[in-house]
C-alpha cells in the first residue's frame, strides 16, 4: 500500500476507530411502566423507554426504507403505522464496513432517528431541540452510538441523533440520477423537516432547532447552511471539528467535491460492481447486494456540489455570503491531527528526521509545499509524531476553522472554541506511539455517554463536561452560550476548553501556524 493510500485509509477510518472502543449497545436501566413512555406522532404511537430523569424513543422512522427502486432516490415520507411502534431500541445503522458499528451493517431500511427528552409532564414552555449528525468520514457512524441523556438532562433540552445514508450508498452520482451525489444530505433535511413536524409531541419546540455534527457531521452541518433546501429547518449551528473552508485535496477533513469527480467515482464504482458495461447501469447497481457495493466503494466518500441540493461549494458560499445566516458554535480541539499521526506510525511509517521530507511530499504533492513545510515544523530526534500530528491538525482543522470563524462572523454572531484537554480519556485500547492529547473526536465523551458507557473521568473532567453542556445547551436556547454558572465567553477571542482552565485566548491562530498556511494556501490557489 503506498504512503498516500495509507494517509486516506486512515483519514476516513479515524473517527469510527476512535469511538469503536466501549461502542456497545447501551447498558440496560430500570424502567417504569412503558404507558409512561408513550407518544403519539402523525404516524402513529410510539412506544419508548422511562429512565430515571429521562425518556428515550430509538428507531423511529422518518423516511421509507431506501431499498429497491428507492435505492438511489430522494428519500420518501415514512408509512404510518396502527398500533403502537416499539421505540425501545436503535434500529439498524446504515450500511458501512464493520469498525464503530461491530460486523459492519447491510441493512438499508436504516432512515432512522432517536430522541432523548427529559422525563415528566410536557413543560410549560417547549425546550430547545439540538439534532445530532454524526462523524465517520461519510462512511460510517450511527445515531444510536450517541446516548445524550446528560445533555438533555443537564441543559433541559431535546436531543434528537439521526441515521443518513453513507458511503456509496449516500453519495453515489450518476448522470440522469436526481439526488447524485447528496443522498446522505437529502436524508439530514428530511429528518429536519420531521423534527418540525413531530417534536412538539416529545416535548420540544419546533422553532427552536440546533443542527450540530461532528467531523463529518460537522461538515454536513456547513453543507445545510450551503444548501437551500435546508432554509427554515433549524436556527442555529454548532460545529465541531468540520470547518467549511476545508480543502477536498487533503485527505484527513472531509469535503465536497464537484459533481464531475463524483460522476467519475460512480462510474468506477459500477465498474468495480460489475456494471460499468450494462445497458441500465443503475438497474444494475440496484440489483446488486450491498456487501458487493461495500466491498467496490472508494474509503473515503465527499458529498456533491454543483447539484440542486448543493449548488456550489460550502466554502466558497460561506466567502461568498451565500448561506443560512444563522448564530453559529464552531471550533475544533488542540491536538486534532495526533490520531493520524499514531495510525500513520503505526502501519509501518515512521516519522523521523530522515523520512520527513519524503512523508511531507506524500501529504502535499507540491514539492515546493513539501521543503516549505519541513521547514516550518523541523523534525528532531523522536518527534516526529507530534511534529506530524501538528501538520495535520493546523492545515486541515485549526487554521480552516479559524478562516471560517473570520468569513461567517462578517454576517453572523459566532463563538468559536479549542478543546485543549491533554489527558482526554482515551477512545482506543492499547498504548499510542506518543501522547495524543486533544485528538480528533475526544471532546465527545465530554457531551455523550458513547455507546451509552461514561468514560472514566477526573472530577475535573466532569466539571468540564458539564461546563461545556451549558455552553452547547445555552446557546441552543438563546443563542449565547453565557449563562450565569459558566466561565464568561466572549466572541472576540477563542474560548479554551480544559479541566480548571477554561479561558478565552488569542493566541490560537499563532500557535497552529496560520499565517503559514494561508500564504501557502494562497499560493497553491494561485498556481492551480
Given at each position: 500500500?503506498?504512503?498516500?493510500?495509507?494517509?486516506?485509509?486512515?483519514?476516513?477510518?479515524?473517527?469510527?476507530?476512535?469511538?469503536?472502543?466501549?461502542?456497545?449497545?447501551?447498558?440496560?436501566?430500570?424502567?417504569?411502566?412503558?404507558?409512561?413512555?408513550?407518544?403519539?406522532?402523525?404516524?402513529?404511537?410510539?412506544?419508548?423507554?422511562?429512565?430515571?430523569?429521562?425518556?428515550?424513543?430509538?428507531?423511529?422512522?422518518?423516511?421509507?426504507?431506501?431499498?429497491?427502486?428507492?435505492?438511489?432516490?430522494?428519500?420518501?415520507?415514512?408509512?404510518?403505522?396502527?398500533?403502537?411502534?416499539?421505540?425501545?431500541?436503535?434500529?439498524?445503522?446504515?450500511?458501512?464496513?464493520?469498525?464503530?458499528?461491530?460486523?459492519?451493517?447491510?441493512?438499508?431500511?436504516?432512515?432512522?432517528?432517536?430522541?432523548?427528552?427529559?422525563?415528566?409532564?410536557?413543560?410549560?414552555?417547549?425546550?430547545?431541540?439540538?439534532?445530532?449528525?454524526?462523524?465517520?468520514?461519510?462512511?460510517?457512524?450511527?445515531?444510536?452510538?450517541?446516548?445524550?441523556?446528560?445533555?438533555?438532562?443537564?441543559?433541559?433540552?431535546?436531543?434528537?441523533?439521526?441515521?443518513?445514508?453513507?458511503?456509496?450508498?449516500?453519495?453515489?452520482?450518476?448522470?440522469?440520477?436526481p439526488g447524485s451525489g447528496t443522498f446522505g444530505l437529502a436524508d439530514q433535511q428530511?429528518?429536519?423537516?420531521?423534527?418540525?413536524?413531530?417534536?412538539?409531541?416529545?416535548?420540544?419546540?419546533?422553532?427552536?432547532?440546533?443542527?450540530?455534527?461532528?467531523?463529518?457531521?460537522?461538515?454536513?452541518?456547513?453543507?445545510?447552511?450551503?444548501?437551500?433546501?435546508?432554509?427554515?429547518?433549524?436556527?442555529?449551528?454548532?460545529?465541531?471539528?468540520?470547518?467549511?473552508?476545508?480543502?477536498?485535496?487533503?485527505?484527513?477533513?472531509?469535503?465536497?467535491?464537484?459533481?464531475?469527480?463524483?460522476?467519475?467515482?460512480?462510474?468506477?464504482?459500477?465498474?468495480?460492481?460489475?456494471?460499468?458495461?450494462?445497458?441500465?447501469?443503475?438497474?444494475?447497481?440496484?440489483?446488486?447486494?450491498?456487501?458487493?457495493?461495500?466491498?467496490?466503494?472508494?474509503?473515503?466518500?465527499?458529498?456533491?456540489?454543483?447539484?440542486?441540493?448543493?449548488?456550489?461549494?460550502?466554502?466558497?458560499?460561506?466567502?461568498?455570503?451565500?448561506?443560512?445566516?444563522?448564530?453559529?458554535?464552531?471550533?475544533?480541539?488542540?491536538?486534532?491531527?495526533?490520531?493520524?499521526?499514531?495510525?500513520?506510525?503505526?502501519?509501518?511509517?515512521?516519522?523521523?528526521?530522515?523520512?520527513?521530507?519524503?512523508?511531507?511530499?506524500?501529504?502535499?504533492?507540491?514539492?515546493?509545499?513539501?521543503?516549505?513545510?519541513?521547514?516550518?515544523?523541523?523534525?528532531?530526534?523522536?518527534?516526529?509524531?507530534?511534529?506530524?500530528?501538528?501538520?495535520?491538525?493546523?492545515?486541515?482543522?485549526?487554521?480552516?476553522?479559524?478562516?471560517?470563524?473570520?468569513?461567517?462572523?462578517?454576517?453572523?454572531?459566532?463563538?468559536?472554541?479549542?478543546?485543549?484537554?491533554?489527558?482526554?480519556?482515551?477512545?482506543?485500547?492499547?498504548?499510542?506511539?506518543?501522547?495524543?492529547?486533544?485528538?480528533?473526536?475526544?471532546?465527545?465523551?465530554?457531551?455523550?455517554?458513547?455507546?451509552?458507557?461514561?468514560?472514566?473521568?477526573?472530577?475535573?473532567?466532569?466539571?468540564?463536561?458539564?461546563?461545556?453542556?451549558?455552553?452547547?445547551?445555552?446557546?441552543?436556547?438563546?443563542?449565547?452560550?453565557?449563562?450565569?454558572?459558566?466561565?464568561?465567553?466572549?466572541?472576540?477571542?477563542?474560548?479554551?476548553?480544559?479541566?480548571?482552565?477554561?479561558?478565552?485566548?488569542?493566541?490560537?491562530?499563532?500557535?497552529?501556524?496560520?499565517?503559514?498556511?494561508?500564504?501557502?494556501?494562497?499560493?497553491?490557489?494561485?498556481?492551480?
Amino acid at each position: 500500500m503506498t504512503m498516500h493510500r495509507v494517509l486516506t485509509t486512515l483519514g476516513c477510518a479515524l473517527t469510527a476507530a476512535l469511538v469503536t472502543a466501549g461502542f456497545a449497545a447501551p447498558p440496560t436501566q430500570p424502567a417504569r411502566p412503558a404507558e409512561a413512555a408513550t407518544v403519539r406522532t402523525h404516524d402513529g404511537l410510539v412506544r419508548g423507554t422511562t429512565h430515571d430523569g429521562y425518556r428515550t424513543f430509538e428507531g423511529i422512522p422518518y423516511a421509507a426504507p431506501p431499498v429497491g427502486r428507492l435505492r438511489w432516490a430522494l428519500p420518501h415520507r415514512a408509512a404510518a403505522w396502527s398500533g403502537v411502534r416499539d421505540a425501545t431500541r436503535p434500529a439498524s445503522a446504515c450500511p458501512q464496513p464493520a469498525g464503530e458499528v461491530p460486523g459492519g451493517s447491510t441493512d438499508e431500511d436504516c432512515l432512522h432517528l432517536n430522541v432523548t427528552t427529559p422525563d415528566g409532564a410536557r413543560p410549560a414552555h417547549p425546550r430547545p431541540v439540538i439534532v445530532w449528525l454524526h462523524g465517520g468520514g461519510f462512511t460510517t457512524g450511527a445515531g444510536g452510538s450517541y446516548d445524550a441523556h446528560r445533555m438533555a438532562t443537564r441543559g433541559d433540552v431535546v436531543v434528537v441523533t439521526v441515521n443518513y445514508r453513507l458511503g456509496a450508498l449516500g453519495f453515489l452520482a450518476h448522470s440522469g440520477l436526481p439526488g447524485s451525489g447528496t443522498f446522505g444530505l437529502a436524508d439530514q433535511q428530511a429528518a429536519l423537516r420531521w423534527v418540525r413536524t413531530e417534536i412538539g409531541a416529545f416535548g420540544g419546540d419546533a422553532h427552536h432547532v440546533t443542527l450540530a455534527g461532528e467531523s463529518a457531521g460537522g461538515y454536513s452541518v456547513c453543507a445545510q447552511l450551503a444548501s437551500p433546501g435546508a432554509a427554515g429547518l433549524f436556527d442555529r449551528a454548532i460545529i465541531e471539528s468540520g470547518p467549511c473552508t476545508g480543502r477536498a485535496d487533503r485527505p484527513f477533513a472531509p469535503s465536497s467535491v464537484p459533481l464531475a469527480t463524483a460522476r467519475a467515482t460512480g462510474a468506477d464504482l459500477a465498474a468495480k460492481a460489475g456494471c460499468g458495461s450494462a445497458h441500465d447501469v443503475m438497474s444494475c447497481l440496484r440489483r446488486t447486494p450491498v456487501s458487493s457495493l461495500l466491498k467496490a466503494q472508494e474509503t473515503d466518500q465527499q458529498p456533491a456540489y454543483e447539484t440542486p441540493l448543493l449548488p456550489s461549494d460550502p466554502a466558497a458560499a460561506i466567502t461568498s455570503g451565500r448561506f443560512r445566516h444563522v448564530p453559529v458554535l464552531l471550533g475544533n480541539n488542540h491536538d486534532e491531527g495526533n490520531g493520524w499521526a499514531a495510525g500513520i506510525i503505526r502501519a509501518g511509517n515512521p516519522v523521523t528526521p530522515a523520512t520527513w521530507p519524503d512523508v511531507a511530499a506524500t501529504f502535499f504533492s507540491s514539492p515546493g509545499q513539501a521543503k516549505a513545510i519541513v521547514r516550518e515544523y523541523p523534525v528532531h530526534g523522536t518527534d516526529g509524531g507530534p511534529v506530524f500530528g501538528a501538520v495535520i491538525g493546523d492545515a486541515d482543522f485549526a487554521c480552516p476553522t479559524a478562516r471560517t470563524d473570520s468569513l461567517l462572523a462578517t454576517q453572523v454572531p459566532v463563538w468559536r472554541y479549542e478543546f485543549a484537554d491533554e489527558h482526554a480519556p482515551p477512545l482506543t485500547p492499547g498504548t499510542p506511539p506518543f501522547p495524543l492529547g486533544a485528538s480528533h473526536a475526544s471532546e465527545l465523551p465530554y457531551l455523550f455517554d458513547l455507546g451509552g458507557r461514561a468514560r472514566d473521568m477526573t472530577a475535573a473532567q466532569h466539571r468540564l463536561a458539564d461546563t461545556m453542556i451549558d455552553y452547547w445547551t445555552g446557546f441552543a436556547r438563546t443563542a449565547d452560550p453565557n449563562g450565569p454558572s459558566s466561565p464568561p465567553w466572549s466572541r472576540r477571542t477563542v474560548q479554551s476548553l480544559a479541566p480548571d482552565h477554561i479561558v478565552p485566548t488569542g493566541t490560537a491562530q499563532a500557535r497552529h501556524h496560520c499565517a503559514f498556511w494561508d500564504a501557502l494556501t494562497a499560493r497553491s490557489s494561485a498556481s492551480g
